[in-house]
């Protein structure tokens, strides 16, 4: 490859830099209080909640050790996914997602309307799942059905990402229970947004790239879900916003360990009390990276807005509520082609303190034009 496709290159102000800040890391929390170990004291859960809560509120990352996903499952997942993406171009695309059907492969994803330095799988945990074809407040926008799309090659690609997704789900459930009772909910409070999930998993390969100090792996973004359980392997690359100085953190692999974020549902659900934060991935010339990120998301049919328990008439809920298979739906949309808007965010959701409210819709309809 030549020169970088214009395309890739970020604002000057949006670069990695050249050095990489590592100090004062994101936490690391050992689960097995409350995952590994059958018979905790009350005392070693509640200061593991206690974790939780200071690194939500802190960083909105943290990283678990103790988590109970056998090892084995995830270098399996991480070895059949470097086989995948080792295959041709002409192979992969065999399996190529488009405009309708945003599952399986492919090269072009755009974050904040740059193109991003990798090549993805996605795939769903329910499947099929139905969504609303886009964001239209009249619901007569349509629906269409994501499904996945299995390669042949490799062939056992299929099953092992399904194993892996049983033992990640568990640890799923384990941190959505200590979130709530971080934020003073009992354990079940979330559950029942899960009925009809739609958690997807994303295999990420990163090639090297030429220009490591123009593109980004994935440019600055927040995730939009509920939560993201993320295995990366040890090259490296994750880079987040610290809260107190907007300084870029990389965040150092740990072996084994996954690492977690809160994402903008729950910061809406919390009413603000955690936020999700902005996270990128920096490449480098000479290595390939993968990560794989398990992106926890409710029901399509869910309505997110502040919980009731966590608002009242002095914190009053701070944004409206939004229907989350249409944002979903926006947003896959606006990641796969260069739009020349912003896309979809829930600040546009946020209640003004006071005065003019914001119109939404307009704004919703310029991203999907
Ligand atoms: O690859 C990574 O480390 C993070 C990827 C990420 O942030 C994302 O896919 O949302
Ligand atoms: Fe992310």
Known sequence: MGELDPT???????????????????????????????????????????????????WGFFQVINHGVPIEIREKVQSVAKRFFDQSLEEKKKVKRDEANPLGYYDTEHTKNVRDWKEVFDFM?????????????DDDGGTVEYTNQWPHHPSELREVCEEYVKEVQKLSNKLLELISLSLNLPANRLEPFFKDQTTFIRLNHYPPCLAPDLALGVGRHKDAGVLTILAQDDVGGLEVKRKIDGEWIFVKPTPNAFIINVGDIIQV????????V????????????????????????????????????????????????????????????????????????????????????????????
């Open 8 to 58: 890739f290159i970020q604002e000057p102000e949006h670069r990695p830099k050249p050095a990489v800040i590592e100090a004062h890391g994101i936490p690391e929390i050992d689960l097995s209080p409350y995952i590994t170990s059958s018979s905790s004291s009350p005392n070693a859960i509640h200061d593991l909640v206690d974790e939780i809560r200071d690194a939500c509120k802190d």
């Open 125 to 137: 945990v329910d499947d099929p799942v139905v969504m609303p074809a886009s964001y239209d407040d």
């Open 269 to 276: 659900w919390s009413n603000d009390t955690y936020e999700s």
């Open 278 to 369: 902005e996270h990128r991935v920096r490449v480098n010339s000479i290595r390939e990276r993968f990560s794989i990120p398990y992106f926890v998301n409710p029901a399509p049919y869910t309505v997110v807005e502040p919980l009731a328990e966590l608002t009242n008439e002095r914190n009053p809920a701070r944004y409206k509520g939004y229907n989350w298979g249409k944002f979903f739906a926006t947003r896959k949309l606006s990641n796969f082609k260069k739009l020349n808007v912003e896309n979809i965010q829930i600040y546009h959701f946020k209640k003004p303190d006071e005065g003019k409210i914001e119109d939404v819709v307009t704004r919703v309809e310029n991203v999907v034009i």
